[in-house]
């Protein structure tokens, strides 16, 4: 078996996000690290205290900042309300100037305050400038604070890391940069998604009225001429009202064929959006998929996936599912399973599992449904060879 598209994609979206996150909040323990081995050191345990609040808040602050960048709406379909960032930026400044006062340290507290700027989404070419000015200030400070503080004090004593300092907001900026990199890779995907529906649609109104046009047009012609030959040639003009009921015949039968054609969609097609859906609901979701799982009887199994996930969220614990198809001894074996709280019923009156299980039946089938602990399990096994 193996990871299906979009499974695999979530997953790469995860672990950019998680590389992003560690990365920047690496870079900030680091360095308040280093200053408080400094503080403790040099004895300074009246300020070492505020100094650990000041530190502790401006960690957080960066946390929550990051949360909120990750939380923005990706595109104008998201649903996620907008929420204000200033407060948390205003709440990593003050961190960061009672983290900076506590250490005696200009440098440490310019620092920290612009570590909460760079983690603002901020408009296209205002953070490139941004940064440029916040590593100037530091630079700054770090020269007034190497030429103004006593040479022996505990702050001179990390001037070292003055190159890793200044560095701290471009370092913060590319890292948000490669995960901005990849919601721009989503968007585009989504937009993707949405034109590649869009042209589907046009292509079938397009094959619709084409087909409706010519059938109607021969229609119109075989009843004018049933028309004119009605007086004439009765025979010949039933002739032709029969070949016209022919033709409605094919018309119908056409269209049939058509709907038929657009509505089928491949089984891995029908378990990715299954998953796309299930996450879309907050659940975490494993997915897996056989690599030939586009031959599997798409006709039976399509509804059966299609019913189980809307089980998984009526029913459901909303927290996790996995859905799997593979080939199993000369059967196809889906498995849908859930969390499933105590006081909530995986299924119940209406759910459709009897639908699914008669659906499976006709096609000499069977399905399981039963509880594993906490987990809610439906596993269907088909035939490879499902009769005509």
Not at 69 to 94: F, K
Not at 124 to 135: E, I
Not at 241 to 253: I, L
């Amino acid at each position: 078996m193996s990871t299906s598209p979009a499974a695999a994609y979530a997953r790469d979206v995860r672990v950019t996000w998680w590389y992003t996150v560690v990365s920047i909040i690496m870079l900030q323990v680091f360095g308040l690290v280093i200053w408080t081995l400094v503080l403790v050191l040099n004895e300074h345990v009246a300020t070492t205290a505020l100094y650990l609040v000041g530190a502790a808040g401006s960690v957080a602050s960066a946390i929550l900042l990051l949360v909120h960048y990750r939380r923005e709406p990706l595109d104008e379909n998201d649903t996620v309300a907008r929420r204000p960032v200033w407060p948390l930026v205003l709440a990593g400044v003050a961190a960061a100037a009672l983290a900076g006062g506590a250490a005696g340290s200009l440098l440490l507290g310019v620092v920290l305050a612009a570590q909460a700027l760079c983690l603002v989404r901020w408009r296209a070419g205002v953070r490139l400038r941004l940064v440029v000015m916040l590593t100037l200030v530091i630079v700054a400070a770090w020269v007034i604070e190497a030429a103004h503080l006593n040479p022996q004090g505990y702050v001179a004593q990390v001037l070292g890391m003055g190159i890793f300092i200044a560095m701290l907001p471009p370092l913060t900026a590319t890292s948000l940069w490669w995960w901005d990199i990849v919601r721009e890779l989503d968007r585009a995907r989504r937009a993707e998604g949405r034109l590649a529906a869009a042209q589907e649609r046009l292509r079938l109104a397009s094959d619709l009225h084409d087909l409706q046009g010519h059938h109607l047009q021969v229609i119109a012609l075989q009843l004018e001429l049933a028309e004119k030959m009605m007086g004439r040639d009765p025979e010949a003009a039933v002739e032709q009202v029969r070949a016209a009921r022919a033709s409605v015949d094919d018309a119908r039968r056409g269209t049939r064929d058509l709907a038929a054609r657009f509505r089928g969609v491949p089984l891995p097609d029908e378990l990715a959006n299954a998953a796309d859906l299930l996450r879309a609901a907050g659940l975490t979701v494993e997915l897996l998929v056989d690599t030939e799982a586009g031959r599997a009887p798409a006709d039976v199994l399509g509804p059966v996936i299609r019913e189980s996930t809307t089980n998984v969220l009526k029913h459901g614990g909303g927290v996790s599912a996995s859905l799997s198809l593979a080939r199993h001894r000369g059967s196809w074996v889906l498995i849908v399973e859930n969390d499933a709280r105590p006081a909530a019923s995986p299924v119940g009156d209406g759910a459709g599992l009897s639908g699914i299980a008669e659906r499976v039946r006709t096609v000499g089938g069977t399905v399981d449904a039963a509880h594993a602990g906490d987990l809610f399990r439906i596993t269907v096994r088909v035939p490879e060879e499902v009769p005509a």
